[in-house]
């Protein structure tokens, strides 16, 4: 079981930190990720590290304002996230596989670990 942390409510242009770990301090995975979802809408991939090497993949919407990292000592994966809009509004995902390909990356079918997900609102 994975946990997330660190949504609430911004001002457009502000930033956030969200963190995701896993309940029992082990979070081995190949791919950690996050994504996002909106009422009525599907899972959104927002950004994915590989644990080997740190490669990183974002999401066209966020790219050049978000950023994940992998915090190994923490055993934590981070999203950076800057210059906030409104449409960045949404629940925000944490998801681990351990048997992931990289063309799959952006299908949140292909991850077994999810978080319970943490609200981010971002308005005046």
């Known amino acids: 079981q994975l946990q997330a942390s660190g949504g609430g409510l911004v001002q457009p242009g502000g930033s956030l930190r969200l963190s995701c770990a896993a309940s029992d301090g082990t979070f081995n995975y190949r791919y950690a990720a996050w994504f996002r979802q909106t009422p009525g809408q599907e899972r959104e991939f927002v950004a994915a590290?590989?644990?080997?090497?740190?490669?990183?993949y974002y999401g066209d919407s966020v790219k050049g304002r978000f950023t994940i990292s992998r915090d190994s000592a923490k055993n934590t994966v981070i999203l950076q996230m800057n210059s906030l809009k409104p449409e960045d509004t949404a629940v925000y995902f944490c998801a681990a596989g351990s048997t992931i390909i990289t063309s799959n990356i952006y299908n949140p079918g292909a991850y077994h670990y999810w978080g319970p997900g943490t609200q981010v609102t971002v308005s005046s």
């Open positions: 590290v590989k644990r080997s090497g740190g490669t990183t």
